[in-house]
């Protein structure tokens, strides 16, 4: 392959990943607009937030899938946007198709964890997903045991690692319980995902 295919490649490769994270962005924004009619600016569980997660509700079970893509309110939204563009898209910097994976399984692991342990309430936003980004790129180095992959997590835990006390209920308000499975599903990600290092005879 010649060096102008490989930038063809690229570049192709780039332009999928921002239509991959603008779309991601642009429901959650969507939604938000759609739900100022609907009340849901004036609090969590108004409007379309009543399709979050709240556990132990069998009717909460939907919010697995809803709750990352709702919020409450612009403030909330927007704390979410850029976080959510930077590490999911050094979740994909190696491929792609890993930022599905890891969405899907951070969601999952992360509302259902929610749903079963989280306090009464209304869980919403995409803050779950984006400690799930967190958890799986601080765990890759560990599990694939590469000297690249290892220098990668380490520099992503110095530049993101404050974010890791979202895991504690030290804040009242701040679904804890979300960020913290979020970050588990990450690093179960992380397990399913990686590449270990060859050994050879």
Request: charged share 10%; with cysteine; net charge positive.
């Amino acid at each position: 392959m010649s060096s102008q295919d490989e930038m063809k490649g690229i570049a192709q490769e780039i332009q999928a990943q921002v239509l991959i994270l603008g779309t991601f962005v642009g429901v959650m924004w969507v939604l938000e607009l759609i739900d100022i009619p609907l009340g849901g600016t004036r609090g969590f569980c108004n409007g379309l937030n009543q399709f979050g997660i709240f556990p132990r509700q069998l009717s909460g079970l939907r919010g697995i899938l809803f709750a990352p893509f709702l919020h409450g309110g612009f403030g909330h939204l927007i704390a979410n946007t850029i976080p959510f563009v930077t590490l999911g898209w050094l979740v994909m910097l190696r491929r792609t198709i890993d930022f599905f994976w890891v969405t899907a399984i951070a969601m999952f692991v992360g509302g259902m964890g929610t749903w079963l342990l989280g306090a009464p309430g209304c869980h919403i936003g995409a803050s779950g997903v984006i400690f799930g980004y967190l958890g799986y790129l601080i765990a890759r180095g560990y599990f694939e045991r590469k000297l690249l992959s290892l220098l990668f997590s380490l520099i992503v835990l110095v530049m993101y690692g404050g974010l890791l006390w979202g895991i504690l209920p030290v804040r009242i308000g701040i679904s804890w319980e979300g960020h913290l499975f979020g970050f588990l599903g990450g690093v179960v990600a992380a397990k399913l995902l990686a590449t270990p290092r060859r050994s050879y005879n």
